[in-house]
C-alpha cells in the first residue's frame, strides 16, 4: 500500500475563489458517510463518517484489517459465521455513518459476496464490484473515497476459482470472436494478464490469479494511494477465493 498526496491538497483553501464557494469534498464525504437522511420534506444535519456503531473498535491498521479477513474467511470455510453487526442496535446506529475497515474490490459474480466470504456484517467493508475487477474511472474513485475519505487502511483486490470474465477475455484472445460492445472492454483491460505460457483450463486458472496481482499494482501505483502505502497507514493486497473450498488465499 502506498501513501499520496491527499485527494485534494491541504493548501486548496488558500487558492483565490475558494472561500466563496462550497466544499464539495464536505459535500461528498457528508453524502456518502450517510449523514442526510431524507423524509417529510427536511434533512437531518450530516455526521462525520466516522460514526458507525461498532466504528470505534475497528481494525485501524492495515496487518489488523487484515487478520480480521483472515478470521473471518476462517469461519465462513469452516461453516461457523457469526453474522456480526446485523442486530437491531447495529442497523439503527448505522444510520448516524460509517467507518469500515477495508475496501474490497471484487468481481460481480454471484458466488463470491465479499460480507459472507469475510463473514463480516453491516458497516465493516466498503465493497467494489466489476467484472474482472476491472478498474475504470468509477472503481477508481470509489476506492480513492474509501482509503482517502474514510482512513480505511486495507484495500483488498479480490479473484476467484472460474471467474466468467476471465474466461471470456482468453476465449476471446484464442479465438479472435468479437465480444458485445461492453464485454469488449472488460476482456481488453484483462488481456494484459493472458498467461501464455499454459493452455486449456490452466490458462484461465493462471490468469486469474496473473490479474489479480495486475489490478493491484495498478492501484498501488495510483499516487493517491502510494503514499500512504509509503507511510505505512495502507496496504493494498491482491487475493484468490476458492469457490471449492470457500478459502481465500493471498496472492503474493
Request: aromatic share 2%; hydrophobic share 40%; net charge neutral.
Amino acid at each position: 500500500m502506498t501513501s499520496t498526496p491527499e485527494l485534494i491538497s491541504p493548501d486548496r483553501a488558500d487558492r483565490p475563489g475558494h472561500r466563496d464557494r462550497p466544499d464539495r469534498r464536505a459535500l461528498l464525504r457528508a453524502a456518502l458517510a450517510g449523514g442526510a437522511v431524507l423524509g417529510a420534506g427536511a434533512a437531518l444535519p450530516a455526521v462525520p463518517a466516522v460514526a458507525a456503531g461498532h466504528g470505534t473498535g475497528r481494525p485501524d491498521t492495515p496487518a489488523a484489517a487484515l487478520r480480521a479477513l483472515r478470521h473471518g474467511n476462517h469461519r465462513w470455510s469452516t461453516r461457523h459465521q457469526t453474522h456480526p453487526h446485523e442486530a437491531d442496535g447495529d442497523r439503527l446506529l448505522a444510520v448516524s455513518g460509517q467507518h469500515p475497515f477495508a475496501v474490497v474490490l471484487g468481481c460481480i459474480d454471484s458466488r463470491v459476496p465479499p460480507e459472507l466470504v469475510f463473514d463480516q456484517g453491516l458497516g465493516d467493508l466498503m465493497t467494489v464490484r466489476s467484472a474482472g475487477c476491472v478498474l475504470d474511472e468509477a472503481v477508481l474513485g470509489s476506492i480513492a473515497y474509501g482509503v482517502l475519505e474514510l482512513g480505511i487502511p486495507l484495500v483488498v483486490v479480490l479473484g476467484h476459482q472460474s471467474c466468467g470474465a476471465v474466461t471470456a477475455a482468453v476465449h476471446a484472445a484464442e479465438t479472435g470472436e468479437e465480444l458485445p460492445a461492453h464485454i469488449s472492454y472488460v476482456a481488453e483491460q484483462i488481456r494484459p494478464a493472458i498467461d501464455h505460457t499454459r493452455t486449456g483450463p490452466a490458462r484461465v486458472d493462471a490468469t486469474i490469479t496473473a490479474n489479480v496481482r495486475l489490478v493491484r499494482s495498478r492501484l498501488a501505483a495510483e499516487p493517491d494511494l502510494a503514499a500512504r502505502t509509503a507511510t505505512g497507514r495502507l496496504a493494498v493486497v491482491g487475493a484468490r477465493y476458492e469457490l471449492a473450498t470457500q478459502q481465500v488465499h493471498l496472492v503474493t
